[in-house]
């Protein structure tokens, strides 16, 4: 059986150039399996599988947020951190727009536009996690620290 290529994406490009450790992961995605899929799929845990959330404060400026697959984003202390009156997830059209990524295949490396990123905190103690890679189906696994630097993350506690 011949190797299935791996897609060249943005978030690629941008982990070359930064000559950042990473193993990249397809696997079979489904509409709307989220981050329980994709677990499964590679066989492993969804606490290490981080998903990218993509978000505005109440002036419509937009955010990341790498939170465990397994964990939701408090947005009220989030908002609270962030010292801003709101915080809300984006629609998915917004998302996209924002992001450059179609819902489902939304990396934090190489975005369209330039946003902060915050991270949970608890993500950093994990000694390997599964990013999106920029295509749905597609994940890169690399060490946390390697991903908070390149990205500039601040890391927050707001999980729930």
């Known amino acids: ?12 490009r941008i982990l070359r150039a930064a000559k950042v450790p990473f193993v990249e992961h397809l696997y079979a995605y489904e509409e709307k399996g989220g981050t329980a899929v994709s677990a499964r799929e590679l066989g492993v845990d969804e606490h290490c599988v981080i998903k990218t959330l993509v978000m505005e404060d109440e002036r419509g400026n ?3 947020v790498l939170m465990h697959g397994d ?10 951190v ?58 890169v696994s690399m060490a946390p620290q390697d991903a908070a630097r390149l990205l500039n993350a601040t890391p927050v506690r707001v999980a729930i």
Do not use: W
């Open 71 to 80: 964990r939701q984003v408090s947005t009220k202390e989030l908002a609270r």
């Open 1 to 12: 059986m011949a190797k299935e290529k791996m897609p060249v994406t943005p978030a690629i």
């Open 62 to 64: 937009p955010l990341l």
């Open 82 to 139: 962030m010292g801003v009156k709101g915080v809300s997830p984006c629609t998915p059209e917004t998302a996209n727009r924002h992001s450059g990524y179609l819902v489902g295949g939304t990396s934090p490396f190489g975005t369209r536009r330039a946003m902060p990123v915050y991270i949970e905190e608890t993500v950093l103690d994990l000694p390997t996690v599964y990013l999106n890679g920029g295509k749905r189906g597609f994940l």
